[in-house]
């Protein structure tokens, strides 16, 4: 069955310093991958997708990510981050058995500090 | 505003009773899916419709149901409510059947049961 693993449930970082939150996959075949990001009490937001082409995708908000077939991988990396980029973050994969439906990690929680 | 609108935003009622969420999809999409987020399970698929017809079916409860109307607005029934059914209910919706657009989501329906 396809999973995704966030590998930090938790990211506290200071303010104007660099993150990356990880995420795996498990999966033989293409598949589409997301972030999503939710603020407190609010629905969840697209920050970026990888559907094909360049490995390397930029979303909303600075945020950027990078598609690594071999190693599985789509991790989340912003150069500069702000208190306001304080949320849960959520990897997500396409259903790779036909269903349009996505799979979600558990979250990471990225704490700002000033 | 997401465009993807949920009612109600925040539900209390009793063990056994029963309840309906509410959801209405961004204007022009045909799919509407419906996740439940707890604190345990994480964020987890429960169905999609596309344009009436159930399309994919997830860890959804036999006490559970669901139907998509003609205007296209879906609602989903929860009924013989438990105690472990308090979670938030998103709804997201996507133009068609694929993910190219990924989806976008409401700001969810709190239910607590008491």
């Known amino acids: 069955a396809q999973s995704v693993t966030q590998l930090d449930s938790q990211v506290p970082v200071f303010e104007e310093a660099p993150v990356e939150l990880r995420c795996n996959y498990s999966s033989s075949v293409s598949v589409y991958l997301f972030w999503y990001v939710q603020y407190p009490n609010q629905g969840l937001q697209l920050l970026l997708k990888y559907l094909s082409g360049s490995t390397l995708v930029k979303g909303i908000n600075g945020f950027e990510a990078e598609f690594n077939k071999s190693q599985t991988s789509f991790h989340l990396r912003k150069p500069s981050v702000h208190i306001s980029d304080t949320a849960e973050y959520f990897c997500a994969v396409s259903d790779p058995g036909g269903y349009n439906k996505l799979i979600f990690g558990a979250g990471t929680r990225l704490a700002v500090h000033p | 505003d997401s465009g993807v609108t949920q009612t109600p935003k925040h539900l209390i009622t009793a063990t056994g009773q029963r309840v309906t969420l509410r959801c209405s999809p961004r204007s022009g999409d045909l799919s509407v899916y419906w996740y439940q987020q707890s604190l345990d399970q994480g964020l987890q698929f429960l169905i999609h419709y596309y344009n009436g017809e159930e399309r994919a079916k997830g860890n959804i409860l036999e006490r559970f149901s669901a139907q998509q109307f003609p205007d296209l607005h879906s609602e989903l029934n929860l009924s013989s409510l438990e105690l472990g059914d308090s979670a938030l209910y998103f709804c997201?919706?996507?133009?068609?059947?694929?993910?190219?657009?990924?989806?976008?989501f409401g700001s969810g329906t709190r239910l607590t049961v008491v």
């Open positions: 997201a919706s996507s133009p068609g059947v694929t993910l190219n657009y990924g989806y976008t």
